[in-house]
C-alpha cells in the first residue's frame, strides 16, 4: 500500500479441488478474488508477502515458493493455465494474435511447423475467437475479442487446473453461454477449473461448488446445487448477493465493503450484516463450509 503499510488481501483461504470438478470464486469486486489467483500463479509484485502453500499434486512443488525459473518451464500454460483478468496485458502488443496463438502451440504441444497453422486456427475456434481477426494486433481488438483471444492461448495446454479471472467480461450473453460452455468441457474431460466472477448466473451454469469471498476471506464453501437452489445459502453475505439478483429479490446489501486497512475486530462483515449479535465482534471460526456466527438454517423452505 502507498505509505508502506501491509494489508491482507488474502487471509487464512484454504481450499481443495478435485480433477472433473469446477469452483466458481465469487465475491464484490476488491474482495482478493484476484489477488488469490495471482499467488497461485506466482504472479504477485515483488513486495508480496505470501505465506502458507498450494500444490498441484500431492508430490508436486509448492507454487508458492518455486522459484520464476520452475513455474514458467514447467508450471504455468502446462499444468497451470489462466485467463487474466486483463487480457490486453498478457497479450504480447506486438504480435498479432495469430504469431501468439501459433508460438503457444509450438512450445506446449510440439506442433511441427507443416502443422501450426490450421494447429493455431483451431485453438482460436475453441473459443470462438473469428479467424478472418487472427492476423490483428491485440490494440485492433475489442475488449471482448482480446478475451477470446486470451481464452484460446489459455486453452492450448489443456492443463490439468485452469484458472479462469473474469472469463466472461465484456462478452455478448450468447457468447457468455459459449465461453461457459467451453469451459465446462475442460472440466468434463477430467480437468479442474477455478472460476472467479461476478457472474453468477454464469457460476450457477458451470460450477460444482461456490465459495464466497468477504474482505480476504472464504466465508461461505459449499456445493453449487445447495447453494442455488435448496437449501439456499448459509452466510448471511452470500444470502446477500444472491437476493440483489435482478431474477431474484433485487435488493443490494447496505453499505460498502471494510477498507482492508480497517477491517472490523471480529466479522467483517458484522456492519453490514441484518443478523448481526454481540458474537459477531469475535472472529467465526468456519464450521462445515461457513464463517459466521448464526449461519442461516434450510430458511427457504
Ligand atoms: N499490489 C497491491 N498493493 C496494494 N493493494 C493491492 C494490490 N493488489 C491488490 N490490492 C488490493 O487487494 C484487494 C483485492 O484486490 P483483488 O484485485 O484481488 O480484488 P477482486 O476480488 O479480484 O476484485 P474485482 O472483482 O474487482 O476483480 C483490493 O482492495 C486491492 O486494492
Ligand atoms: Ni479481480
Not at 35 to 44: D, E, F, R, T
Not at 118 to 122: D, K, S
Not at 138 to 151: D, E, N, Y
Given at each position: 500500500?502507498?505509505?508502506g503499510r501491509d494489508v491482507a488481501a488474502v487471509d487464512g483461504v484454504s481450499f481443495d479441488l478435485a480433477?472433473?470438478?469446477?469452483?466458481?470464486?465469487?465475491g464484490e469486486s476488491g474482495c482478493g478474488k484476484s489477488?488469490?489467483?495471482?499467488?497461485?500463479?506466482?504472479?504477485?509484485p515483488a513486495n508480496a508477502m505470501v505465506r502458507?502453500?498450494?500444490r498441484l499434486a500431492p508430490d508436486g512443488p509448492d507454487l508458492l515458493t518455486a522459484d520464476q525459473a520452475t513455474l514458467s518451464?514447467?508450471?504455468?500454460?502446462?499444468?497451470?493455465?489462466l485467463i487474466p483478468q486483463s487480457p490486453s496485458a498478457h497479450l504480447t502488443p506486438v504480435r498479432t494474435v495469430r504469431s501468439q496463438l501459433e508460438e503457444t502451440v509450438r512450445e506446449i504441444t510440439g506442433v511441427r511447423r507443416s502443422g501450426l497453422r490450421?494447429?493455431?486456427?483451431?485453438a482460436a475456434e475453441r473459443a470462438a475467437f473469428p479467424l478472418d481477426h487472427l492476423d490483428r494486433h491485440?490494440?485492433?481488438?475489442?475488449?471482448?475479442?482480446?478475451?477470446?483471444?486470451?481464452?484460446a492461448l489459455a486453452l492450448v495446454g489443456d492443463a490439468p487446473l485452469l484458472i479462469a479471472d473474469e472469463p466472461t467480461t465484456g462478452l455478448d450473453r450468447d457468447l457468455v453461454d459459449r465461453t461457459v460452455d467451453e469451459l465446462r468441457r475442460h472440466v468434463d474431460?477430467?480437468?479442474?477449473l477455478l472460476v472467479i466472477t461476478h457472474d453468477l448466473a454464469a457460476a450457477e451454469r458451470i460450477a460444482d461448488r461456490v465459495a464466497v469471498m468477504y474482505a480476504g476471506r472464504i466465508v461461505e464453501l459449499t456445493g453449487a446445487d445447495a447453494f442455488f437452489g435448496d437449501p439456499g445459502p448459509r452466510h448471511p453475505y452470500a444470502a446477500g448477493l444472491l437476493d440483489a439478483l435482478p431474477e431474484r429479490a433485487f435488493t443490494p446489501i447496505p453499505g460498502m465493503p471494510p477498507e482492508l486497512d480497517a477491517l472490523p475486530a471480529g466479522c467483517a462483515f458484522a456492519p453490514r450484516c441484518p443478523a448481526a449479535t454481540e458474537a459477531c465482534g469475535a472472529p467465526p471460526t468456519p464450521t462445515g463450509g461457513v464463517a459466521c456466527h448464526h449461519p442461516r438454517e434450510a430458511a427457504r423452505a
Open positions: 500500500m502507498p505509505g480433477a472433473g470438478e469446477c469452483l466458481a470464486l465469487v489477488v488469490l489467483a495471482s499467488a497461485l500463479l506466482g504472479l504477485l502458507g502453500g498450494a518451464r514447467t508450471v504455468r500454460g502446462r499444468r497451470l493455465g490450421a494447429a493455431g486456427e483451431r491485440p490494440h485492433q481488438l475489442s475488449g471482448g475479442l482480446a478475451q477470446r483471444a486470451a481464452t474431460d477430467g480437468r479442474a
